[in-house]
C-alpha cells in the first residue's frame, strides 16, 4: 500500500514538470489530467474532449480523484513521452495557419477539430496517414466560390455570393452579378470563432479589419474550418511574400494588387498585332453593369483575350476590349451564371462569364484558357509548417465596399 501511495504521489508531481507545464493541446497551465497511452497531461476542457474520442484513442485519468491507474510501467512511460515530445510528434507539419485552441478559446469546435485532427486523423504526422501533408498546398489556389451569410453594418443577415481569389475576398449580391460588392484584403484580417451555432443554427465567424468586424454565418462546422483556414492560409501566403517584398527580397509589385489602371490604360493591338491566335471562335459574353449577352468574336493570344463586336475582324480592327489572363483563375461558370456552357473568369474585382454554343467548343475554349492562366499564375508548392503565422497588415485600407452593403 505504502508503494501504491508512492506512485500517486509521483503521479500528482508530474504538471511539475517543466515539459508538462501546459496542457498539451491548448496552453493552459498546470494540467490536472493524463492521458496513459499518449503519455500526455491535458487541461479539464481537453481532457473532456478526449474522453469523447474513446478509450482506444485516448485514455483519460484524473491525477487528483482516479489514483488506482498507476504503476511503474505507466509512469516510467508518462515519463519518456510527456507534453513537449508529445506535441513535436502530433505537431511535427501543423501548418501556420491552422486554427488551435488557446488557454482563451471558447469556441468547442476548434479545441474538438484539433484534437481529432493530433490524435484521431494524425494530420499533422510527419508521415500522415492520408499520405497527403497538410502543410503543403500550392500557392495561389484555384479560386474558393459560395454563398456564405453576412452581416451588414446595421446586424442584418443577407446571402451573398463569395469568391476568395488570390489575396482578396470578393462578394456579389446575386451570383451572376458581375461585379463585387464589396472587396476584402484578406492581409489585414485576423479571425475569431465564437461559442457555438447562433439562434439562427449557423456557424458564425468573425473576420476582424481593426477598426471593423465582419460576422460571417455558414451552415455547418467543417464548412466553417474550411473558410477560415483557406483565409488563414492565403493571408499567411501574401502577408509573407508582401513582407519579403518590403525587405527588398523581392521585386517591387510582384504581389497582386487591386490596381489594375496600368494594364487597362495599355492601348489595344489591333488585330493584325495580336500575332497567331492560339483560340479564335465566337462567345457570348455577359456585359458588365447590364446583364446582357452579346456575342462577340474572341481571340485568345499570348496572356490576353481579346474579344471583337465583328464576326471577321480585319487586319487594322482594335478590340472592344481584352482580359489580361494574368490575374484570371478559370472556373466552370454554369451554375453561377445560370447558363449552360458557360465559363467564368475569375478576378477580385470582376468575374466575365462566357458561354460557348456546343459542348465541343466549350471544352476546348476551357483547355485552353485553363493552360494560359495555369502558366501565368506561377502556383507552385508552398511550405506552410516552418512559416510563423505572420501578423496582419493593417493599412486601414482593407475594404473596398459599395455603400449600399
Ligand atoms: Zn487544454
Request: charge should be neutral; include cysteine; hydrophobic fraction near 35%.
Amino acid at each position: 500500500m505504502a508503494d501504491d501511495q508512492d506512485l500517486v504521489t509521483e503521479a500528482a508531481q508530474l504538471p511539475r514538470w517543466e515539459v508538462n507545464r501546459y496542457c498539451a493541446d491548448c496552453d493552459t497551465e498546470n494540467p490536472q489530467w493524463a492521458s496513459l497511452n499518449l503519455g500526455i497531461l491535458l487541461c479539464i476542457t481537453c481532457a473532456g474532449v478526449h474522453r469523447t474520442l474513446g478509450v482506444q484513442i485516448s485514455k483519460v485519468r484524473s491525477l487528483e480523484l482516479d489514483t488506482d491507474c498507476w504503476d511503474r510501467g505507466q509512469l516510467d512511460f508518462m515519463r519518456q513521452v510527456g507534453n513537449v515530445r508529445a506535441r513535436q510528434i502530433y505537431e511535427a507539419t501543423c501548418p501556420c495557419w491552422y486554427l488551435r485552441p488557446t488557454r482563451d478559446t471558447t469556441s468547442p469546435i476548434v479545441r474538438e477539430n484539433w484534437i481529432r485532427a493530433k490524435y484521431e486523423r494524425h494530420d499533422f504526422l510527419l508521415n500522415p496517414p492520408s499520405g497527403q501533408s497538410l502543410a503543403i498546398s500550392v500557392m495561389p489556389e484555384p479560386p474558393r466560390e459560395g454563398y456564405l451569410w453576412k452581416a451588414n453594418k446595421k446586424g442584418t443577415w443577407q446571402k451573398r455570393y463569395f469568391t476568395l481569389f488570390g489575396r482578396y475576398l470578393s462578394y456579389y449580391k446575386a451570383s451572376a452579378d458581375s461585379y463585387p460588392k464589396g472587396i476584402i484584403d484578406v492581409c489585414e484580417l485576423t479571425f475569431a470563432l465564437p461559442n457555438g451555432p447562433d439562434g439562427n443554427k449557423r456557424f458564425v465567424f468573425e473576420a476582424h479589419t481593426g477598426s471593423r468586424a465582419f460576422p460571417f454565418g455558414v451552415d455547418s462546422a467543417a464548412e466553417m474550418l474550411d473558410w477560415v483556414h483557406a483565409l488563414k492560409r492565403a493571408a499567411a501566403y501574401y502577408i509573407t511574400l508582401l513582407n519579403a517584398e518590403a525587405a527588398g527580397a523581392m521585386a517591387p509589385g510582384t504581389v497582386m494588387t487591386l490596381n489594375t489602371a496600368s494594364e487597362d490604360d495599355k492601348p489595344l493591338l489591333s488585330y493584325q498585332q495580336m500575332g497567331t491566335p492560339i483560340k479564335m471562335g465566337t462567345l457570348s459574353k455577359q456585359g458588365g453593369h447590364w446583364k446582357s449577352w452579346n456575342k462577340r468574336t474572341c481571340v485568345l493570344v499570348d496572356g490576353m483575350l481579346y474579344y471583337f463586336k465583328k464576326d471577321k475582324p480585319a487586319a487594322g480592327d482594335i478590340p472592344g476590349g481584352g482580359i489580361p489572363l494574368a490575374r484570371c483563375a478559370v472556373a466552370d461558370g454554369s451554375e453561377r451564371a445560370g447558363k449552360a456552357r458557360c465559363i467564368s473568369l475569375i478576378t477580385p474585382s470582376r468575374v466575365y462569364f462566357l458561354c460557348a454554343e456546343n459542348d465541343a467548343e466549350r471544352n476546348e475554349w476551357f483547355d485552353a484558357l485553363t493552360r494560359e492562366c495555369d502558366k501565368l499564375t506561377g502556383a507552385q508548392p508552398t511550405s506552410f509548417s516552418e512559416m510563423p503565422q505572420p501578423e496582419p497588415i493593417r493599412t486601414n485600407d482593407a475594404v473596398i465596399e459599395d455603400d449600399s452593403e
